[in-house]
Protein backbone atom coordinates (compact mmCIF):
# COMPACT_ATOMS: atom_id res chain seq x y z
CA UNK A 1 0.00 0.00 0.00
CA UNK A 2 1.47 3.06 -1.20
CA UNK A 3 1.70 5.92 2.01
CA UNK A 4 2.99 9.44 1.70
CA UNK A 5 3.72 11.14 4.96
CA UNK A 6 4.19 14.62 5.64
CA UNK A 7 6.12 16.24 8.66
CA UNK A 8 7.82 19.36 9.25
CA UNK A 9 4.87 21.91 9.76
CA UNK A 10 4.70 24.50 12.22
CA UNK A 11 3.97 28.13 13.42
CA UNK A 12 6.66 30.50 12.54
CA UNK A 13 7.28 34.38 12.14
CA UNK A 14 7.49 36.18 9.18
CA UNK A 15 10.56 35.87 7.49
CA UNK A 16 11.57 32.34 9.18
CA UNK A 17 12.23 29.24 7.41
CA UNK A 18 10.89 25.58 7.36
CA UNK A 19 11.34 22.44 5.90
CA UNK A 20 8.56 20.11 5.30
CA UNK A 21 9.22 16.10 4.55
CA UNK A 22 7.40 13.81 2.65
CA UNK A 23 8.42 9.92 3.31
CA UNK A 24 7.28 7.27 0.80
CA UNK A 25 6.32 4.15 1.41
CA UNK A 26 4.96 1.03 -0.41
CA UNK A 27 6.50 1.60 -3.86
CA UNK A 28 10.26 2.35 -5.47
CA UNK A 29 9.90 5.04 -7.35
CA UNK A 30 11.64 5.69 -10.69
CA UNK A 31 10.50 7.58 -13.24
CA UNK A 32 7.47 9.41 -11.48
CA UNK A 33 6.32 13.16 -10.66
CA UNK A 34 6.54 14.41 -7.12
CA UNK A 35 4.43 17.34 -5.94
CA UNK A 36 4.06 19.74 -3.10
CA UNK A 37 0.67 21.28 -3.10
CA UNK A 38 -1.17 23.99 -0.43
CA UNK A 39 -5.09 24.67 0.77
CA UNK A 40 -5.39 27.65 2.62
CA UNK A 41 -9.10 27.96 4.47
CA UNK A 42 -12.02 28.26 1.76
CA UNK A 43 -8.95 28.21 -1.28
CA UNK A 44 -8.85 25.69 -3.47
CA UNK A 45 -5.75 23.58 -3.48
CA UNK A 46 -3.14 24.99 -5.85
CA UNK A 47 0.39 23.61 -7.00
CA UNK A 48 3.69 25.00 -5.60
CA UNK A 49 6.29 22.98 -6.61
CA UNK A 50 7.25 19.91 -8.21
CA UNK A 51 9.91 17.67 -8.97
CA UNK A 52 10.52 14.67 -11.85
CA UNK A 53 11.91 11.59 -10.37
CA UNK A 54 14.97 10.18 -12.87
CA UNK A 55 15.17 13.79 -14.41
CA UNK A 56 14.62 16.84 -15.39
CA UNK A 57 14.56 19.93 -12.97
CA UNK A 58 12.06 21.55 -11.05
CA UNK A 59 9.04 23.65 -11.23
CA UNK A 60 7.48 26.31 -9.23
CA UNK A 61 4.88 28.55 -8.89
CA UNK A 62 5.50 31.99 -9.11
CA UNK A 63 4.45 32.83 -5.39
CA UNK A 64 6.89 30.72 -4.09
CA UNK A 65 9.58 31.13 -6.70
CA UNK A 66 13.14 31.50 -4.96
CA UNK A 67 11.94 31.15 -1.81
CA UNK A 68 10.91 27.62 -1.56
CA UNK A 69 13.01 24.94 -2.73
CA UNK A 70 11.86 20.86 -3.64
CA UNK A 71 14.53 18.01 -3.03
CA UNK A 72 14.56 14.55 -2.39
CA UNK A 73 16.77 11.67 -1.38
CA UNK A 74 16.08 8.23 -2.82
CA UNK A 75 18.28 6.21 -0.02
CA UNK A 76 16.05 7.91 2.19
CA UNK A 77 12.71 7.61 0.20
CA UNK A 78 11.86 11.29 1.34
CA UNK A 79 11.04 14.24 -0.43
CA UNK A 80 11.64 17.94 0.73
CA UNK A 81 10.32 21.57 1.07
CA UNK A 82 12.69 24.03 2.20
CA UNK A 83 10.71 27.33 2.43
CA UNK A 84 12.35 30.43 3.38
CA UNK A 85 11.06 33.92 3.70
CA UNK A 86 7.77 32.59 4.52
CA UNK A 87 4.86 35.16 4.64
CA UNK A 88 1.83 35.05 6.50
CA UNK A 89 0.23 34.47 3.21
CA UNK A 90 1.89 31.22 3.23
CA UNK A 91 -0.33 29.77 5.85
CA UNK A 92 -1.63 26.43 5.06
CA UNK A 93 -2.10 22.98 5.00
CA UNK A 94 0.56 21.41 2.77
CA UNK A 95 0.26 18.18 1.07
CA UNK A 96 2.72 16.49 -0.73
CA UNK A 97 1.52 13.92 -3.64
CA UNK A 98 2.95 11.84 -6.04
CA UNK A 99 2.39 10.73 -9.82
CA UNK A 100 3.41 7.48 -10.36
CA UNK A 101 5.25 6.29 -13.79
CA UNK A 102 4.84 9.67 -15.27
CA UNK A 103 6.48 13.01 -15.57
CA UNK A 104 5.15 16.17 -15.46
CA UNK A 105 5.61 18.31 -18.06
CA UNK A 106 4.42 21.81 -16.41
CA UNK A 107 6.05 23.99 -14.05
CA UNK A 108 2.86 24.34 -11.71
CA UNK A 109 1.39 21.09 -10.83
CA UNK A 110 -2.08 19.90 -11.37
CA UNK A 111 -3.90 18.56 -8.59
CA UNK A 112 -5.89 16.32 -11.16
CA UNK A 113 -2.58 14.36 -12.02
CA UNK A 114 -1.80 13.36 -9.09
CA UNK A 115 -3.15 10.44 -7.75
CA UNK A 116 -1.60 9.46 -4.35
CA UNK A 117 -1.47 12.25 -1.86
CA UNK A 118 -0.67 12.37 2.18
CA UNK A 119 -2.91 13.74 4.91
CA UNK A 120 -1.26 17.38 5.05
CA UNK A 121 0.90 18.78 7.72
CA UNK A 122 -0.36 22.68 8.44
CA UNK A 123 2.01 26.05 8.21
CA UNK A 124 1.02 29.17 10.18
CA UNK A 125 2.84 32.40 9.39
CA UNK A 126 2.42 35.20 11.58
CA UNK A 127 3.08 39.12 10.68
Known amino acids: QVQLVESGGGSVQAGESLTLSCVIS????????MGWFRQAPGKEREGIAR????????GYADSVKGRFTISQDNAKNTMYLQMNSLKPEDTAMYYC????????????????????WGQGTQVSVSP
Open 97 to 116: AARRGLYCYADIPRVADFNE
Open 51 to 58: LNIGGGGP
Open 26 to 33: GYTYSKNC
